[in-house]
């Protein structure tokens, strides 16, 4: 299923990583039931999450991709005064299940 399940954008490099997860949750709800009675439980849980994930990750290349120069530049000087935790703390909640 994969990517194929959730596309996103790659400004959060979790494509590969939302995979797995897929991956991991689908083979352990085939552990518990058959295949027919798994894909809701599948869809179920990881549904929320990649879709967090997705949406995160559309909002940050919106953010990298805005053309006009004046707001890039705003853009670029807010980026570099940002306390390094800040980018931390938004990594943290996309590693967060």
Avoid: W
């Amino acid at each position: 299923m994969g990517d194929a399940a959730h596309a996103m954008t790659p400004n959060l490099g979790q494509g590969a990583a939302q995979a797995l997860e897929d991956v991991a949750a689908l083979a352990r709800r085939l552990g518990e039931r058959p295949v027919s009675e798994a894909l809701p439980f599948y869809e179920r849980d990881r549904k929320r999450r990649a879709e967090r994930i997705v949406r995160q990750s559309r909002a940050v290349g919106r953010v990298a991709q805005i053309s006009n120069p004046v707001i890039a530049s705003l853009r670029d000087r807010l980026a570099r005064r940002l306390p390094e935790g800040a980018a931390l703390r938004q990594i943290a909640r996309v590693l967060a299940g």
